[in-house]
């Protein structure tokens, strides 16, 4: 498995004029709700009209950086919902970078028309979605980081209660649930809890995963769909980590995504034989005991509520 270098990839956008590290985006205890473009009418509720309340952030707590990072590349329909979440959470200590693939839709102009707020955005041709994070996590500063894809977006207060969990536990990885949403129906996605040992099976929500600087790793390229499956394998095992029993995200079910693309079932095979290749993580001889036991414990866990 060869994983890129974030340091080289952080001196080559500083060759180019990049300042590091970044500006965090701008904030006021009057939130930015009134300061930001204003949405089309038709627009309502969260994340058009609505914002976290900004005096929830007590100026006595030393609230940690977060670094949120946000691969797009022709999605301008979702975009500005996607931005606009992150910027209306108000957090007092946020860098926000948006790693464009060089869109042909509309995409630049929404960039360009929220650029005051953004920490760092480009608009270039790059090597995909794997290539898009590993940038711009390479110019992340923060305590904690995670990724948004530029067709979902987070629930209000998310980031607060994400850094007041960090802060009063001990842990190094933030999981939480998230909804799925289809012609404007939720359908929420609860995630039993974590252990090593079931760590093999997909259960975790990317939008609702947070982690600390400490633990970061830049994500293996060649994955094509499977991207942050793969990288939990690697990032999430032998460390502290706790569960959140609330949604935090919401995850846009559509023709184009890749988790729900018919046309792109190659590309999952294909990171499915790299994961668990002798480059990978190795093949795995106990999978069905594995699942066997993971059909089980869901079972239980549900019968008693954990889930």
Known sequence: MLLPNLLH??????????????????????????????????????????????????????????????????????????????????YPNLEYIVIDGGSTDGSLEILEKYSP?????????????????????????GSYYAWINSDDYYLKNTFHLVAHTFLKSSTDFIYGYAFNKKNDELELVTVPPLYDYFIKIPSLSQPACFWSMGINQPVWEEMHCALDYELWLRLVKGHKRKRIRQPLAIVNVHDDAKTHDAAIKIKWQEDHLKMWSAEGHGPVPEWKRIVFLNRIRLKLYKLLKII
């Not at 955005?121 to 995909?128: C, L, N, P």
């Open 117 to 141: 707020w953004i920490s760092y955005w480009q608009s270039k041709k790059d090597e995909g979605q794997s290539n898009a994070i590993n940038l711009g996590f390479s110019l992340a500063s």
């Open 9 to 90: 990839y952080r001196a080559k956008l500083e060759k180019s004029g990049v300042q590091y590290p970044l500006q965090t985006v701008p904030f006021t205890k009057q939130g930015l709700l009134k300061t930001l473009p204003q949405p089309e009418t038709h627009k309502t509720g969260w994340p058009w009209t609505e914002e976290a309340p900004p005096a929830q952030y007590d100026e006595k707590t030393a609230w940690p950086k977060l670094s949120i990072v946000t691969p797009s590349f022709n999605q301008g329909h979702f975009l500005e919902e996607t931005i606009r979440a992150v910027l209306l959470q108000n």
